[in-house]
């Protein structure tokens, strides 16, 4: 069994951390190279920095902060947002990421991750999807720009295919839950990873310690994101590890 990772999250836009409830009422978070250093220091299992507006403004993702994150951190980096072709990725993992995460990209051309996938390895990509529950649809449907545009895709289907495509990790956000820290969607979560074969991390909701043990034991998620509730020091990587390994979970 894989041990249970904690991960941050910079969701970046305009050089600054942002964060917001539903992806939307984005409110400042901090500066991305300070924030990393921090979380570097304070034993996060790994660091996501996503570029919340690079697909929606159509533009790549800002490889100058990348770099300057990438320069601060120990532990294991994604990067994601604009990022549309194998010449992308190799920009971004040459400035210093050890994956790429994509999203908007994989639903617009999907033979994209398994070019990724053949060029660096299964390893190096993850496919974030923004999941929302669809009433007429009885499941989740996926969302690509930032959440801003609904796909014809149902959460399943698409985890399978990407993962069937070459993804090595599905990073898995509740757009319902999203910053509104009353828990992650263990139900999503959990129909996913029995779904599919690859790690699925948890990502939306985060709002105490114990919320991460609810979606990593009923969720059954590998790995579980949080933004808000480390940004904000409403607590901190070290005590949800704690508190995890107090409740007989194995945790890196």
């Known amino acids: 069994m894989l041990t249970k990772r904690i991960i941050p999250c910079l969701d970046v836009k305009e050089g600054r951390v942002v964060k917001g409830v539903q992806f939307v009422n984005l409110r400042d978070a901090g500066d991305p190279v300070e924030l990393a250093s921090f979380y570097d220091r304070e034993w996060a299992d790994e660091l996501v920095f996503l570029d919340i507006s690079a697909s929606h403004e159509g533009r790549e993702t ?6 300057e994150v990438a320069g601060t951190l120990a532990i294991p980096f994604t990067v ?8 992308d990725m190799k920009r971004i993992l040459r400035a210093g990421a050890d994956k790429v995460s994509l999203n908007t990209a994989a639903v617009n051309r999907p033979e994209l991750v398994r070019e990724g996938a053949d060029f660096f390895g299964t390893q190096c990509i993850v496919v974030a999807i923004d999941a929302k ?26 985890a399978a295919h990407v993962v069937s495509l070459g993804a090595g990790e ?28 690859v790690p699925v ?22 790995a579980a994101l949080a933004a808000s509730i480390f940004h904000y020091k409403e607590t901190s990587v070290a005590q949800v590890k704690s508190y995890l390994k107090e409740k007989g979970l194995d945790i890196r």
Do not use: P
């Open 170 to 197: 599905l990073l898995l956000t509740s757009m319902d839950q999203d910053g509104e820290k009353n828990g992650f969607d263990v139900n999503l979560t959990r129909t996913v990873s029995q779904h599919v074969d």
């Open 62 to 67: 800002m490889v100058d902060v990348v770099e």
């Open 80 to 87: 994601g947002g604009g990022i549309n072709s194998l010449d």
């Open 133 to 158: 529950w669809d009433e007429s649809l009885r499941s989740w449907r996926v969302y690509t720009h930032g959440g801003r545009n609904a796909s014809a895709w149902e959460v399943k289907d698409w």
């Open 201 to 222: 991390i948890a990502s939306g909701g985060a709002g105490k310690k114990e919320d991460f043990y609810e979606v990593f034991t009923d969720g059954e998620a590998d």
